[in-house]
């Protein structure tokens, strides 16, 4: 029982410190259920006020309502069936996320750039390719 009680508080450390990587990664952990799930209104709060978007035959710097309507019909018209994180990195106050969209009909390179603003996470840019 003393020995338990001793291992609890470092239990409870290592699970402190797991959950705080979780949530400083490359991608908020909602983002990533947000694209898993195909749900723009999910992913939404997680954009910047303006968003550079580059998907098949669309491209530019959106507002957070006009980028929030454009990965909606994305989404719509490719039914997710899975997305995964390949790679991640950081540099300076931004990091990045390389991931793997597949639907039923085709596989997407999805590329994110998050930057801190105001102890605040939010994409700047999404880049979409259809993989051959």
């Given at each position: 029982m003393?020995?338990?009680?001793?291992?609890?508080?470092?239990?409870?450390l290592?699970?402190?410190?797991?959950?705080?990587?979780?949530?400083?990664?490359?991608?908020?952990?909602?983002?990533?259920?947000?694209?898993?799930?195909?749900?723009?209104?999910?992913?939404?709060?997680?954009?910047?006020s303006k968003?550079?978007?580059?998907?098949?035959?669309?491209?530019?710097v959106?507002?957070?309502?006009?980028?929030?309507?454009?990965?909606?019909?994305?989404?719509?018209?490719?039914?997710?069936?899975?997305?995964?994180?390949?790679?991640h990195?950081?540099?300076?106050?931004?990091?990045?996320?390389?991931?793997?969209?597949?639907?039923?009909?085709?596989?997407?390179?999805?590329?994110?750039?998050?930057?801190?603003?105001?102890?605040?996470?939010?994409?700047?840019q999404?880049r979409?390719?259809?993989?051959?």
């Amino acid at each position: 029982m003393k020995n338990l009680i001793k291992i609890l508080p470092v239990i409870a450390l290592f699970m402190t410190i797991t959950f705080a990587q979780a949530q400083t990664g490359p991608l908020p952990s909602e983002v990533v259920k947000a694209v898993k799930s195909g749900d723009a209104d999910a992913l939404k709060p997680y954009l910047n006020s303006k968003v550079e978007l580059l998907l098949p035959g669309e491209s530019g710097v959106y507002s957070k309502e006009q980028a929030h309507f454009i990965l909606k019909s994305f989404f719509e018209k490719n039914k997710v069936t899975s997305f995964e994180v390949l790679h991640h990195g950081t540099r300076q106050n931004a990091t990045f996320a390389i991931g793997e969209y597949s639907c039923s009909a085709d596989r997407y390179r999805m590329y994110f750039l998050v930057k801190s603003n105001n102890n605040q996470r939010l994409i700047h840019q999404i880049r979409i390719e259809k993989q051959d």
